[in-house]
Structure formats: structure tokens, C-alpha cells
């Protein structure tokens, strides 16, 4: 049941989830990354796609190796951040791997969804079962390769699943126009809310 | 690499006020060469008190630019890779036509009779130089403090002529506080008999009025924790008090002798009239909002300001920023790490230099 997704977008910059985010971009389109770290993601676009690429990110480190790799990005809080821009202002808006990170991602996803024509969601997935089994039978806050931190260190402030975000959608009625759940490297074809680590979806507003 | 001060001369230039200055001279600087596509041209903006000679050693001085640690092969901006220029401002005393000129009209220097100046015209006399070098659009202008309220400016009079813009530790318009900060500095020159109504030029200049203005400068240049880690409560020369008026503490010496020494190379009425353009300075006036003025702004912007800026917060890049973005303008923005307070831009330089650097080749990259 798990399909080898072809060797091009398996990986890129060693991450699976960029890869399929590197396919879903068009060309010459407008990308805004929250959440961009160091901007690796935005420059392989900019340089691959020819995109024009901006990026939010919180920490000055990071905004730092950015902008010195000739990235467009500025320092700001995420939940903060997004109300400045003007509607439908990027064909994408990205969320790579924060989404359990903000404050009010409800909000987030509206914000995102009035900048963006379409938005790029990758979040880890919390109805895997080696964190059901790992809450069940140690009865704690659930620890794997894929989520490593103790409760009190943990980045991630909610815990959602695949059936959560499926469910989130619907209550926006959003369209989702892509879904990709990933376990290692490969593609998930059945059963997502069990055996996705990570799910990326693409979704607009009708 | 020695590079000497030149100047043009143009017939006139019309003010923001109605006033008209003719002749008007320029001093500036260029570093670098320009390419045969003239695209890679990159203005230079100084700061309040700065001059044209921002790299290089001056022959006349034997000292280096102002932003020498920034400008030349190898640094920020790359003069192996881009023609940098830089002028002195108008209403300066480096060679720009300002109120220590003469004026033709009367044979004496303008003095106060010189006309208030805006950054305004400042940058539209900017604008005469580079017509006259013949460069169509600039790859960047950038500058500190004043440096890059004159960056703001250009990016917003002048949005077909600017590729890019990196205006570090500035505003978009001057608060009460910077005002405040000015005043001071004004009246110290002005409550000193020795000013004379502006009239001491052949006489004795000002001088005391013009070193307190600087201390006061010097002091919100620097931060609290830059002021304890260089000078705490060390006394001069001595191991005890002196118990009298004479300098005890090291930071007492070290704001008088940058007084004393700013007063051989700066002229009091030209602190006058700078300040004032400064103060003057405010991007929404007459448009409404930040997000109106820099509705026509084309350019490409990297703000950057300093966690310990205490006289430029980074609350007002952020301001600056945020308005860009309302506009949809290419924007990168961060706020670095620094205990160096406002200073921080010209003497903090290891991180700046990697933004710019970077800001710099994807900007040039992409014209062409």
C-alpha cells in the first residue's frame, strides 16, 4: 500500500515535504513562506521556478542568513504578521511545518486564505499510530522519532491530526485541491490518519 | 586606495520652500567602476554630521571614509563589482553649497539669509548629480540615520530611477523625542554669544554652543550598556575625585574631546539647518498615511535596525516596513543584535555587511 513516490520530488534540501511543495509551485507565480527559516525553500523556488519568493520568520538568526542569500524576508511574528498585506497578494501562501506552532491556527488558515490564492499546508500528523501506541502504553504525552520533545520543550502548541485539518477544511468550505501524506520517504495511499507522519495539503476558498 | 573629493557646480536649484540657490556646488566621492550598461551605480547616504568621503583614504586628511569598514573590494558594497558614490548634502560644510558659502549675491557667506532645506532637496539636488553622471537608474542608495530618510525619499520621489533602497536605523518621519534631541542641540549654538545671529564667520566661531550640541549628540548615539562597557565609572587620570569642575570621569573627557573636535570640522549653522531638515522630515505629510506615500514605491527595500537604537527604535523601521507591505513592495527587514546603540550602523558591521552583500547580488541579478 505504500507507493514509491518518483525519485524527483522525493527529496528536496532533504526534506519530503518541500519536495511536494517544489511540485505544486508554478512558475514564475508569487510565494509568501511563514515560518520560512532560513529561506532554503524560498531561494531553491526563486532559483528553480523563478518565483518571487518573500518569507515571515520570527527568529533575527535566521531572517539574517535569509535576506544574506538574497531572500526577501522579514522578521515578524506569524500570527501578527499577515494582517499588513493586501488581499490575494500571492498565488501561494506556504505553512511548512508550523501550523501546530501557531497560537490560532484557525485564524492563521483565515489570514492565510485572504493573501493567498492558495495555500500550502504541511503539518506533522498526530493520529499516527506510533504516537497513539507510545500515549497508550506509557500514558504520557506521546514521544517519537518524528515528535522527540518533552512536553515542556515541545514547539508544538496543538495537536492535530489528519481527520482534524479534513474536518477544519470543511467547516471553512475550503476545496482541497491536493493531499499528500508521507511516512519515511514514501507516499501513503491508504489509511493517512494511521500511517501519515507528515500531510501536506493544498486547499482555496471556492 | 587614496580618492580625492571633487565638485560640480549646476546654475540653480529651486527648494521645497519656493527659495532659489544659484550657483550650487556638490563635493562628492566615487569609488569603483561604472559599467558600460551604467547599472550598477549605488548612492551612498550620509548621516547628520558625515561628508562625501565615505571610503578610501582622503589625501588632504589621511583618514579613512566614514564607511570605509562598508564600502571598497570585498566589503558590503563591493567596488570591484559596483560604482559607489557619495555626496555631501546640501546645507553641509564639506564642499556642498550650504550656509558657510558665499553668497554671490552678496559677497558673504548666506549664513542665516541661506534658505531652510528639506531632505527633499537634498535629494533633488542628489538627483542633478546623477542626471549629470549620466546614470539612468540606481542600482541602490542606502544610508544610515539621516542617510536613509534620504534613501526613503528617494525610493518615494523619484520610483523609476531606484532599483533598490536600504535605509538602515531611520525613520519615515521624525518623533518628538528626535526633535526634542535637535532642539537642544540648537539652542546650546544659539545661547552662545559667539553665534552672533549666525553672523561669525572671519570671527570666532560658536564653538562652545556647537561641542555642548555634540555631547548631547554623542550621548544618544551611544547606549546605556555601550556607555558602562567603555567607560563605567572610571575617572581620568587620576585615583581620586578632584572635588572641583574639572573632568573626573572618562566619559565626561571622552564627550568633551569629541566636542572639541567637532567643532574643527563642522560649521554651526550648517548643524542649524541640517537638524532642521531632519525635523522637518515626514513621509505621510500631505499624503495621509505611510501606506499612501510609498503607494508609487517601486523599489526593492531592506530595512534593518538595532536592538539597543535607543534614538532610532526599530518600532519605526517596523512602521516603514509595514507600509511597504501594505503596498505589496519586496520587503526584508530585520532587526539585529547589538549593544552599540544608534552607532551600531557604522561601527557593528559584521552582519550588516552579509545582508547588504546578499541583498546586493540578488538585486543585481535580477536586472539583469
Known sequence: ???????????????????????????????????????????????????????????????????????????????????????????????????????????????????????????????????????????????????????????NIHFLTVHDFEELAALEGLIVERRYFLAGADEVRALPNLLAEVAVFMVRRP | MIVETNTVRFDSITLDSGAELAPVDVAYETYGQLNAARTNAILIEHAFSGDAHAAGVSPETGKPGWWDNM????????????????????????????????????????????????????????????????????????????GGMQALEWAVACPDRVVSAIPIATTARHSAQQIAFNEVGRQAIMADPDWNGGDYYGKQPPGRGLAVARMIGHITYMSDDSMREKFGRRLRGKENFGYDFDVDFEVESYLRYRGSQFVNRFDANSYLYITKAMDYFDLTAGRGSLGAAFEKVLARVLAISFTSDWLYPSYQSQELVRALRTRNCDVAYVELPSNYGHDAFLVDVAEQTDLVRGFLANTFEKIQ
Open chain 1, 1 to 155: 500500500m505504500h507507493k514509491k513516490i518518483p525519485a524527483f520530488v522525493r527529496e528536496l534540501l532533504g526534506r519530503r515535504d518541500y519536495a511536494i511543495i517544489g511540485e505544486l509551485v508554478e512558475p514564475g507565480t508569487k510565494v509568501l513562506d511563514l515560518g520560512c527559516g532560513d529561506g532554503e525553500l524560498l531561494k531553491w523556488l526563486a532559483d528553480n521556478k523563478g518565483v518571487d519568493a518573500r518569507g515571515v520568520e520570527i527568529s533575527s538568526e535566521r531572517v539574517q542568513r535569509a535576506i544574506s542569500r538574497g531572500v526577501s524576508v522579514y522578521q515578524g511574528d506569524i500570527d501578527q504578521g499577515l494582517k499588513d498585506y493586501p488581499d490575494q497578494a500571492f498565488d501561494y501562501v506556504i505553512l511548512s511545518q508550523t501550523l501546530q506552532e501557531t497560537r490560532h491556527p484557525r485564524q492563521a488558515l483565515t489570514e492565510m486564505l485572504r493573501v493567498g490564492r492558495r495555500v500550502i499546508v504541511a503539518f506533522p500528523n498526530f493520529g499516527h499510530w506510533r504516537m497513539r501506541v507510545s500515549m497508550l502504553l506509557s500514558g504520557r504525552a506521546p514521544r517519537t522519532k518524528l515528535f522527540p520533545h518533552a512536553w515542556y520543550d515541545s514547539p
Open chain 2, 71 to 146: 564600502i571598497g573590494p570585498g566589503k558590503a558594497f563591493d567596488t570591484n563589482r559596483y560604482y559607489v558614490i557619495c555626496s555631501n548634502v546640501l546645507g553641509g560644510c564639506r564642499g556642498t553649497t550650504g550656509p558657510a558659502s558665499i553668497n554671490p549675491a552678496t559677497g558673504c557667506p548666506y549664513a542665516m539669509s541661506f534658505p531652510v532645506i528639506t531632505i527633499g532637496d537634498m535629494v533633488r539636488l542628489q538627483r542633478m548629480l546623477v542626471d549629470w553622471m549620466g546614470i539612468p537608474k540606481l542600482l541602490s542608495v542606502s544610508g544610515g540615520s539621516m
